[in-house]
C-alpha cells in the first residue's frame, strides 16, 4: 500500500515517510525538484529512505501529476503539504476517489482576500478587503497621464489609490490573495508609499490578484492547529518575529509561546471559529494572526503544518512524530493525536533563526557553521541554499540561504540561544561586479 505526496516542505519528508512506513504504508513523492529536499534526503534513517519512492514529475501539468499517480500501485492516499499544490492536490484526490478536502474549500482557503471579506461579514474581522484594479495584467504601468491625443487623463494607479482610502484607509496593506513567503506584499502608511507600491505592483506578477486590506498593529503569531470534521485542537503557538518595515519578511520564530491558560483558552475559541468559517474543517492548519489591542486578527490560513522548521517544533515540543496525524488525515482517518494526551510541554521547546546574506550576488558558502557546537542549545544548521545558487531576491524568504535551530525549556530562552548561535553564521556573496 502506498501514500503519495504532491509535493513537500523544505523539510520534513523524513518525518513524514517514517509516519507512513509505520502505518504499514510506503511514501510516493511526486515533485518537480528533487533538489529542493537534497537536505532531507541526504539526512533519511535508513528506515525511511526504505520506504521512500520518488516520482520525477511536472507538478505543475495536473494531468501528467494524475498520469503518475494512476501508476502508483495499491494508492491509498494524497498528501499535500503545500499552499502552491493545494488546489491540484484537492482536484487530483477528488478524481482519484481518495479521502481529502472539498476543493471548493481549499480554493477559498488560497484567496486572502476572499477569507478576510467573509470573516469580516461573519464579525471575525474589523475589516474587509477590496480587490485593486491595477497589476502585472494592466495595460498602463505608469503612474502618469496618458497624454497621447493632448489630454490628461486619471492613472491606474491614482483611480486604485483614491478607491484604497475611500474603502480601507491608512494604514494598509496590499498583497496578492494567493501570495507565498512574503512575496508581493506591501505595508503603506501614507499616501506616497501607497502611490509607491501600486506602481511597484503594477510591474509584478501574481499568483492571484492584488487586493488591499486593513494593516492591524501588533505582534505576529501562528496558531498550529489539527482538525477533524470541524473538531480543532490547538497544539500550540508560535512567535514570529518580522524585519522592519518596509520589507515582511520572516527573520526568527520560536515554539511553544507560553499563554496564560485564560488567553490561550480565548485563542483557542478563536481560532476554532475562523477555521470553520472559513470551511476548513480537517488537517492540520497554520493560523498567522496579529494579536492588536482588541484581540487576534487573521492574517492568512494555510492548510498545512507551518513551513520553514514549524513542524520539527512542533515534533519535538510535543514529544511524537506530528507527521502520523498527516498520514491518517490522508487515509481518511481521525488523528490519534487529536486525542492523545501529549501537549507543547512534553518536549523541549525551540527558537530558529533564518540566515539571509546583505546583499544579491552568488552564494559560494557560509562562515561560522565550524563554531554552532560551541554555543548552548544544541544548535543545527538547516541549509535552504546550496553555493553557486543566485540570490536576487533579499526582501522575502526567497533569500534565505539556512536556518539555524536551538532547543531550550522555554519558547523565550530558546529563541535567545538560536539567535546568538546564528549571529556568528554568515553567509558569503559574490557580488557581480566581483568578477
Known sequence: MTIAALEALTFGLGRLAEAADGAGHRLCLLTGDRAVYRHELAHLTPEALAALDIVDVDTFDESACAAALAAVPDLRGLVNSTDTWSVPGADLAA??????????????????????????????SRGGAMTVPIGSNSSDGSDGSDGSDGSTHTSPTSSAAAEILREIGLPAVLKDSAGTSSRNVWPVRDERQLHAALAEAAQRPFAGRLFAEPFFSGPVYSAETLSWEGETRLLGVLSRQMSPEPSVREEAAAFPVAFPDPELGLLQDWVGRVLVTAGHDTGFAHVEFVLTTEGPELVEINRRIGGALVGEALCRALGTNVYEAMVDTALGRRPALLDSPVDASSGPATGFVLVYPDRRGTLTGWTGLDTLSAFPGSPEWYPTAVPGRRVEHLGDQRGCTGIVLAEAATAELALHRALSAAGSVRPVVAADDEG
Open 95 to 124: 478524481k482519484l476517489g481518495l479521502p481529502g478536502p472539498d476543493p471548493a474549500s481549499v480554493r477559498l482557503l488560497r484567496d486572502k482576500g476572499r477569507v478576510r471579506t467573509l470573516l469580516h461579514e461573519r464579525g471575525l
